[in-house]
DNA sequence: TAGGCCATCTGGTCCT
DNA sequence: AGGACCAGATGGCCTA
């Protein structure tokens, strides 16, 4: 059994907190006010002076007890145990979880990086899932476009643009519209823009640090690629702290840029360094 | 210090 | 009956 399991087992009678990862210092005097604590419920009852009323007026150990006649206390207090375990393995699974989903998202990865809350991470990983479901619908329309023009001939292959020098090479239409679509996070038409793998290739380069990486087609939180101020608002949601994002109201926000300002983090300068 | 986030406990409900 | 799931309550930690 963990050392968090036996300090939750430990009040779990009549305590309603614990934190597994406090000091030791603390935890050693945490330990005694639980036991005191413990102590006082054994005083008020079995059930735990502290417990909740439940709907009939009477604690959940005395309902329970009325339907469990034949078990004794120390039944009753097993059970109680092995469903609180439960419970902690369930929601440790689901952290596990939603561990797995951070690593997948495109935001910095970094020890010295405050990992996304719960919210911000579903938040950012729906509109995450909504901007790449309209890339692709996107790309597949312009894909066609390409193929039908290139059967029959129509004037969408030949390239409007003037050839101009090797600095501004002509762009054709549809690879401009792909190059905004898979590259919106930089203008690639900007000379100062940082080198790309690939228009296509949806390959990450890792920004100098290493704190960030960096997502074609997804705008990068870092101040250098999002340089919002300190304090300004995005999307009706105050930004500034990346733990402080509330849930979206209004209409979907799908934009790369949105996607973090949604998340309350298109302005946090916490790059690692 | 207030507010946000989180872990945990707990009772209720639903499902197998 | 037992387990999964959910929501409310509570208290700790951290940051602005």
């Known amino acids: 059994m963990s050392a968090a399991a036996v300090d939750s087992d430990a009040a779990s009678i009549c305590s309603r907190s614990s934190s597994p990862d406090l000091p030791a210092d603390s935890a050693v005097a945490r330990f005694i006010s639980k036991q005191m604590l413990k102590t006082l419920c054994q005083e008020q009852g079995a059930s ?79 509109n995450y899932i909504l901007m790449l479901s309209s890339s692709l619908q996107e790309m597949r329309k312009l894909v066609g476009e ?36 898979v590259g919106g996070a930089h203008s690639t038409s900007d000379p100062q823009s940082p080198p790309h793998s690939g228009y296509l290739g949806f390959r990450s380069t890792v920004h100098p640090g290493g704190s960030y990486t960096h997502y074609p087609g997804m705008a990068c939180p870092c101040p ?17 702290r990346q733990l402080g994002a509330k849930p979206a109201q209004g209409p979907l926000l799908v934009s790369p840029g949105a996607l973090w300002a949604q998340v309350g983090m298109g302005n946090t300068a916490h790059c690692a360094d």
């Not at 919002?228 to 009706?236: A, D, I, P």
Request: proline share 7%; aromatic share 2%.
């Open 48 to 126: 735990g002076g502290l417990g909740l009323r439940t709907r009939h007026g009477g604690t959940g150990a005395q309902d329970r007890s009325k339907g469990h006649t034949e078990l004794s206390k120390e039944d009753l207090r097993d059970l109680r145990l092995r469903v609180n375990s439960r419970e902690r393995k369930r929601m440790h699974d689901l952290n596990q979880a939603m561990d797995g989903l951070r690593e997948v998202m495109p935001y910095a990865h970094g020890p010295s990086v405050r990992k996304l809350s719960k919210i911000s991470t579903l938040l950012l990983a729906r």
């Open 146 to 181: 390409v193929y039908g023009a290139g059967h029959q001939g129509t004037p969408a292959l030949r390239s409007p643009v003037t050839p101009v020098g090797p600095s501004q090479m002509p762009i054709h239409p549809v690879t401009q519209s792909l190059r905004t679509i």
């Open 224 to 240: 250098l690629c999002h340089p919002l101020t300190l304090g300004q608002r995005v999307g009706g949601i105050e930004g500034g």
